[in-house]
C-alpha cells in the first residue's frame, strides 16, 4: 500500500480507536504473503515481532495458533513520552496514539502465551497495562565477534552518533548534538569530526553538515562497523528514549566509551552503563565527550574493554527465547 494511502487511511481513522501503528504500517500484500507461507509450511507456533505485527495474529489463517509476542518495546508508553516533548497538533496525535494503542499492548498480551521485551523497565510498563499476562525479559545481544576492532584505535579526535535519521528521537538528538553540544567541543578541539551515521536523513539533519564543516552526515551505509572502529567516542544524546539503545552495545564492543543521556542510560544493562559517561545538559555532554578526547587512544580503549559483554552474545541472549517458543509449541 503506497504511503500517501496509508497517511490518508490514518487521518480517516483518527476519530476511531484503531492504532495508527496499524494503519500506517499495514500492506495489502501481507494477507496474501501469510496465506501463501501458511499454505507452504503450516506453522506448530506464531512469533510476532513488534505491536505494529501482533495484529496479524489475531486474524484468519493465523488466528487460534499458540502466539509469543516480541513487543521489544512497549510502544504506547513511547508515544506518551512523544506527546510530552511536542506541540499540537502532532502532540494530540501521539497522545491518542498511546491511548489507543495501550488498550491493543493490553489485549494482545493478555491473548498471547507470552510476551517479551527487552528491559526489565519495559516489563513494569507491560505488566502495569496487563497485570495477569507472562511477560518476560529477552535483553538485546549483539556480535561481538563481528564488532571486535581489527586495529589500534584512532588518534582522531573522532566523535560519531548512529541511527535511522529520520526517526524523530534521533533527527533531534542530531540537531541537538550539532548545534548546542558541538560547538562546545570544537572550541576545545578545533580539528574535530563528528559522524552522524545513519540512513534516511532528513533535510535538517543534512543542513547540519551544510552548516558546518566538521559534521559530516553519512546517509546509508553497506556496514557500520568501518565507521565506528575510524571513532574515538561514541555518543547516544537522544531526549527520548526506550528500551535498550542497541547502538551503545555496538559501540562499546567495537572499543569505544560512550556519553548518553540519562533516558539512555536507564535503558542500559549495568554491565555497559559501567563504562558509559552520562550527561544532560549541552554543557555537561560536551565536557564528557571532551574528557574522552583528552584520553590517550589505548585509555579509551581500555574504558570500553571493561564493560563484560558475554552475557549479550546472541546465543546467550535468544535462548530465553527459544525455551518460550518450545512451552508455547505444546500448550
Not at 513511547?78 to 510530552?84: A, E, N, Q
Not at 547540519?208 to 562497523?225: C, I, Y
Not at 527520548?240 to 547502538?247: E, S, V, Y
Not at 549495568?270 to 563504562?275: G, K, R, Y
Request: proline content about 9%; some cysteine; hydrophobic content about 50%.
Amino acid at each position: 500500500m503506497p504511503v500517501a494511502v496509508n497517511y490518508l487511511a490514518g487521518a480517516c481513522r483518527l476519530a476511531t480507536a484503531v492504532p495508527l501503528t496499524h494503519v500506517l504500517l499495514d500492506s495489502r500484500g501481507m494477507g496474501t504473503a501469510i496465506r501463501r507461507a501458511i499454505g507452504e509450511r503450516p506453522p506448530d507456533i506464531v512469533l510476532a515481532y513488534g505491536s505494529g505485527m501482533a495484529k496479524f495474529a489475531f486474524e484468519p489463517p493465523l488466528a487460534g495458533l499458540p502466539l509469543v509476542i516480541d513487543m521489544v518495546d512497549v510502544d504506547s508508553a513511547k508515544w506518551k513520552s512523544f506527546s510530552l516533548k511536542t506541540r499540537a497538533p502532532m502532540s494530540w496525535i501521539y497522545r491518542r496514539e498511546a491511548r489507543c494503542l495501550s488498550r491493543f499492548e493490553r489485549t494482545a498480551a493478555d491473548r498471547a502465551f507470552a510476551t517479551i521485551v527487552v528491559t526489565e523497565r519495559e516489563r513494569e510498563a507491560l505488566v502495569a497495562l496487563a497485570p495477569d499476562a507472562r511477560v518476560e525479559v529477552v535483553p538485546v545481544g549483539v556480535d561481538i565477534r563481528g564488532l571486535l576492532p581489527p586495529s589500534p584505535p584512532t588518534t582522531e579526535p573522532h566523535v560519531i552518533f548512529c541511527g535511522v535519521m529520520n526517526y524523530p528521537p534521533n533527527e533531534e538528538a542530531a540537531i541537538w548534538l550539532s548545534r548546542q553540544v558541538w560547538p562546545i567541543v570544537r572550541a576545545r578541539y578545533p580539528d574535530a569530526r563528528l559522524t552522524l551515521l545513519g540512513s534516511s536523513p532528513t533535510r535538517r539533519v543534512l543542513a547540519l553538515a551544510a552548516d558546518d564543516a566538521s559534521v559530516h552526515v553519512s546517509g546509508a551505509v553497506a556496514d557500520t562497523r568501518p565507521y565506528l572502529w575510524s571513532a574515538a567516542v561514541a555518543t547516544a544524546p537522544l531526549q527520548i528514549a526506550h528500551g535498550t539503545q542497541t547502538k551503545v552495545l555496538e559501540a562499546v564492543a567495537a572499543g569505544l566509551p560512550p556519553v548518553v543521556t540519562p533516558c539512555v542510560a536507564e535503558g542500559l544493562p549495568p554491565e555497559v552503563l559501567a563504562v558509559c559517561r552520562v550527561a544532560e545538559s549541552p554543557a555537561a555532554f560536551a565536557e564528557e565527550i571532551s574528557a574522552l578526547l583528552a584520553r590517550s587512544p589505548a585509555e579509551r580503549r581500555q574504558i570500553a574493554a571493561r564493560a563484560e559483554l558475554d552475557a549479550f552474545s546472541w546465543d546467550r541472549c535468544l535462548a530465553p527465547l527459544a525455551d518460550l517458543l518450545q512451552a508455547a509449541a505444546v500448550s
